[in-house]
C-alpha cells in the first residue's frame, strides 16, 4: 500500500503498480481467483472526497474514543464517536479509518475503511452531471492524484456509465478471520531478528485448499 499526502508522479505509480502486482499474484494463489485490475488507493485523500461529496453516513458499530489521536504536528488528540449512524464530514471520515484504538486491532480498522469506501460509492452514485458537475471534477482530480490503477481510461468510463445499476445492498463480503471456525489462525514469525505478529491459513502454512474451497461457496452462493 501506498500512503502518501502529496501527489504520485508518473513514475511513483508506476512503481506502485509494479509492487502491486506481486501482491496481486499472492492474492490469486491464495484465493485461487483470476484478478484482472488493480487498484492502489492511499488513505489521505480520504477526508479531501468526502469534503468534495459533502459528508458521508456511516453505520459505527460500537464507540471510539480513541485519547491519544495522532495530529499532524506530532502531538495527540482525544476522538470519540457515538455508536449509530452517523454523518461524517471529511475530518471526521479520516480520523475514523485511521484511528487504531479499538480491541481488534487493525481488523476494526480496516473494516472502517471499507466502509467509509462504501459511502463515498453510494454518494457518488447519486452524482448527475448536469447538476453535480463540480463536485464529479474535484472527485475525478482527488482519484487522479492518489489512486494508481490498471484500469484504462475507457474501462474507467464503462464503469461510471454503469455504477447506476450497482446496489451496494446487494454486495456480499466475506471475511477468514470471522468464519466459522475461522480459516486463518494468528502466529509470530521473525524477520531478521525482529518478532512479527501474522496471519496464517489454519490448514497449514502455504496450504490454501480451505480458503478456495470457502470462497467458491460463497461465490456459488446466489
Do not use: C
Amino acid at each position: 500500500m501506498h500512503i502518501a499526502g502529496a501527489r504520485a508522479s508518473d513514475t511513483d505509480k508506476g512503481k506502485i503498480l509494479e509492487d502491486a502486482v506481486d501482491l496481486k499474484k499472492k492474492v490469486e494463489e491464495i484465493t485461487g481467483l483470476s484478478i484482472p485490475y488493480i487498484v492502489v488507493a492511499d488513505i489521505a485523500p480520504v477526508e479531501t472526497v468526502v469534503s468534495s461529496l459533502g459528508g458521508v453516513q456511516v453505520n459505527v458499530e460500537r464507540p471510539i474514543d480513541d485519547p491519544e489521536f495522532p495530529t499532524p504536528g506530532g502531538g495527540v488528540e482525544h476522538f470519540t464517536l457515538d455508536a449509530g449512524w452517523r454523518f461524517l464530514d471529511g475530518r471526521a471520515a479520516g480520523k475514523y479509518v485511521r484511528t487504531r484504538h479499538d480491541k481488534d486491532g487493525d481488523f476494526s480498522r480496516m473494516k472502517r475503511q471499507q466502509q467509509v469506501a462504501e459511502a463515498i460509492f453510494t454518494k457518488a452514485r447519486g452524482l448527475k452531471l448536469t447538476e453535480d458537475f463540480g463536485e464529479i471534477i474535484a472527485l475525478l482530480a482527488t482519484i487522479d492524484d492518489h489512486v494508481t490503477t490498471n484500469i484504462s481510461m475507457r474501462e474507467m468510463k464503462r464503469l461510471w456509465e454503469i455504477r447506476r445499476f450497482l446496489d451496494p445492498a446487494n454486495v456480499q463480503s466475506f471475511t477468514l478471520d470471522r468464519s466459522d471456525p475461522p480459516l486463518v489462525e494468528g502466529t509470530t514469525v521473525y524477520f531478521g531478528g525482529v518478532a512479527g505478529s501474522v496471519l496464517v491459513s489454519r490448514a497449514g502454512r502455504f496450504d490454501y485448499s480451505e480458503i478456495q474451497s470457502q470462497i467458491k461457496r460463497e461465490l456459488d452462493r446466489e
